[in-house]
Each structure stands twice: as C-alpha cells, then as structure tokens.
C-alpha cells in the first residue's frame, strides 16, 4: 500500500467552478501537509502548507486536513484557465522525507 | 538569477553510460535535496544535504547513484551505468531552513533523462 493516495484525474471544469482535490494516507505519524502545484515541464511549486489538522485558506484556494480520517483536500473557487496544472499533495512528519501523492492533473475551460 | 537552476535541461543516454546531473540552489539555502520523479507519479525523496554534509542518502535507489555537493553549494547527482529504469525527471530543491523544514522548498525545472 503506498503511503499516499490521490486520484490522477484527469478533472476537467469550466471556468468559474469550484475544484475539489483530495488525498488519502495512511501513517498516522504525519503531521506537516502541502499542496504543490506543477506545470508541465516545470518544478513543483508549493501552494499551501498546514500544520497537523484544521482549514487554511489563502485568496481562491482553501486546505483541509482531517486527521482522524486521514484525508486532506484542497478547494479551489472561482477556478481560472490559469489553474490548470497537475496538483500534487504531500506530507510527512519529522526528518528530511515527505511523502508525494501521484498528482491529479486538471483543466479549467474558459 | 532568483531559483534553483539545473542543467542540463534534457539529457538522452545509451544504457550503460554515465551522468552527472547539476543543480544550482538559491545562494544562501542551507538545504539541499534530490528527488526523481517517474512519469505520472508525484517525486520520490532521493538524498539530502545540510551545507555539505549528505545527511541521508536511503532514496537511492542503488550504489550507482552518488550524490555530491563538496563546497555546500552546488551538487551533482551521478549516475553510473545507466540502466531504462532510470529514465525519469531528476528534481532539485534547496531550502534557506536546515532539516526538518521541508515546506520551504523551492524546486527547479528538473532535468528530463531518457535511457536508451
């Protein structure tokens, strides 16, 4: 079982919907959880950051993490052509590894 | 120049050969990792470095991998005999925080690597 799950999509919305993107994990340890963004071609670029559970939101995109059930989202609202992009999670506790998702890749069509 | 450079950009090599991947971080950062990342899959954690010193290197995936970075700047990801399996984009990040921090991570473009 891999140590992170995330459906790879590929999502498709129009512009102007509100995106729903997910990950599942199973260590229980992980503590630290992130949100990268990565166009094609590109390094991945970190979009969002949470410490152990709750909400954080920043402009259009909202993180959750719930840890009792092991999963964490990203919302993005009021989606942009400029959004589309493969969105890949992370997470991990302390020390130097964190563990990646598989990425979803999704289009947002004007 | 601003983020993390890392050339060459592409790189094809026959099945046996040996290549050395650089990576420029920011000027400053502390940290540095390599991670490879095989298509359609999200990066996997290679080796980390805190000023010169490899503090843990258990991503590699064999002894042909080698990793340097002898003046706590720039390092150079090696592989030697290159096997298809290798094939992969090799990702560089660098961090101004020392371990532990790894939310601060700025990547670079990656350098594509086909094995032929």
């Known amino acids: 079982q891999k140590e992170v799950e995330q459906d790879p999509g590929p999502l498709s919305v129009p512009e102007g919907a509100i995106v729903s993107l997910n990950c599942t994990y199973s260590?229980?340890?992980?503590?630290?959880f992130m949100w990268y963004r990565q166009y094609s071609r590109k390094g991945p670029e970190l979009l969002m950051y949470?410490?152990?559970?709750g909400n954080k939101e920043d402009g259009r995109f909202t993180a959750q993490v719930d840890k009792s059930s092991k999963y964490i989202s990203l919302f993005i609202r009021d989606s942009q052509p400029s959004d589309s992009a493969t969105y890949l999670c992370?997470?991990?506790?302390?020390?130097?590894?964190?563990?990646f998702g598989t990425g979803t890749s999704l289009t947002v069509i004007p | 120049g601003a983020g993390v450079s890392q050339s060459p950009r592409y790189k094809v090599a026959k099945r046996g050969q040996d290549v050395a991947l650089r990576c420029d971080p920011i000027s400053g950062h502390v940290s540095l990792f390599w991670y490879q990342q095989a298509l359609g899959q999200g990066p996997e954690f290679l080796t980390y470095f805190q000023n010169e010193a490899q503090l843990d290197k258990s991503g590699l995936p064999s002894d042909r991998f080698f990793a340097e970075r002898p003046e706590g700047s720039v390092s150079t990801l090696k592989i030697q005999r290159t096997q298809q399996e290798d094939s992969a984009v090799y990702l560089c990040?660098?961090?101004?925080?020392?371990?532990?921090?790894?939310?601060?991570?700025?990547f670079g473009p990656g350098t594509r690597l086909t094995v032929t």
């Open positions: 260590n229980s340890a992980f503590q630290y």
């Open positions: 992370a997470m991990g506790n302390t020390g130097n590894q964190f563990y």
């Open positions: 990040a660098s961090s101004r925080r020392p371990s532990g921090a790894y939310y601060e991570q700025y």
């Open positions: 949470t410490y152990s559970s």
